[in-house]
């Protein structure tokens, strides 16, 4: 019901329970987006208890919306004292870009791009203005493995600690299986106030994509952020060019898949977006049921950790063959097994031994 009333599908005889509505929509962080869908329906039969509350989030969001503001302001500030670059990922662009008022899409915290070669610089002057360092997946790395792996790290202002400052070398990181050129993305950047800098439409649209798969598998917000997007004339024309660079880069599913999964959730359509295969039609089922859910069975701490895992993993495997074959004398390399036998395949050699047990269960051990 909470995705028909947000796509404007609902009817008025529908028999809708309010306070369900209000729960999901306060899971997914969308009942600021919700308000403002209702305030185009005032003849709809809202329970005044029902709109009372959605009065109390919004004035709750405004004050964390405004202190947002004056804090990108001070940040803004600092980083023009030392000649700074900043550019702006989200938050309060998203509200102003895709929202009809800025007002009505909710962010709790500041993600900011910055050079590589200026993010010592900005924290220690962010730290000497007051910043303290939040509770991080990164927390305690050196700078040189930040920098070299792109990773983010987070400040807290101690005069305000209920907000965050995301600070990012690249809108992805090398510990993802995606990476896109922080040095493409500074070259197109475009002002936008305050002193910072924005991302292109391009840049824009992809970062959307690539967010609405990193962070919206338990929230609806990212692919309602994408929903707006698809409305824009100029963002959508800009598709196509997106996905042409997402298939070089190497990652043209995960726009394809985030592209079907906010077709399933919010009926959005791409121009000339192409037939996803099997196994992204089986990615986006997947994803939509999680959303669908609610909240995440995994943290970012444990996804982080498994990703790591995954590519310490695939370092190993590729350490062992690179002995096997560099650094051992030829006459030692056992013979390798012709492509077409059985054993060579470890899922036929399992089929095999099965069919094996099965027909020698009471005849005893081989010979």
Known sequence: MLLALLTGRASFS???????????????????????RLEKWPDLPVPASARQELDHSFWAWAVKRRACLELLWRIGSI???????????????????????????????????????S??????????????????????????????????????????????????????HRLEPYRVSPEEIWKKAEPWGMGLLRLSDDDFLLFLFIHSLKHGYFSLLSFYDLHLAAQDPLLAGRFRCVLERAEREGFGSLVRVSAELGQRLFGT?????????????????????????????????????????????????????????????LATIPPRRHAASPWSNPWASSVRLIRWIRNNAYSGPPS
């Open 269 to 329: 359509t791409w121009p000339h977006c192409r037939p996803v295969s099997r196994k992204e039609r089986l990615a986006a089922g997947l994803l939509e049921a999680r959303v669908r859910l609610g909240r995440p069975w995994i943290s970012e701490r444990f996804q982080l950790l498994l990703t790591a895992g995954l590519l310490v993993n695939s370092v190993c495997r590729l350490w062992q063959y690179w002995r096997r074959s560099l650094f051992r004398p």
């Open 119 to 172: 993010f010592d610089l900005l924290v220690r002057r962010l730290v000497e203005a007051g910043f303290g360092f939040a509770s991080s997946p990164f927390e305690g790395l050196p700078s040189e493995v930040l920098r070299r792996w792109e990773l983010p790290i987070t400040l807290v202002p101690r005069t305000a600690p209920g907000l965050e400052v995301d600070l990012h070398m690249n809108i992805t």
């Open 14 to 36: 529908d028999d809708i329970d309010w306070w369900g509505v209000l729960k999901t929509a306060e899971l997914h962080r969308m009942l600021l987006p919700l308000r403002a």
């Open 79 to 117: 980083a023009s004292e030392n000649r700074v670059p900043l550019l702006l990922l989200k938050g309060p662009y998203i509200a102003e870009r895709l929202h009809e008022s800025p007002r009505s899409r909710p962010f709790r915290d500041l993600d900011l791009m910055v050079e590589e070669s």
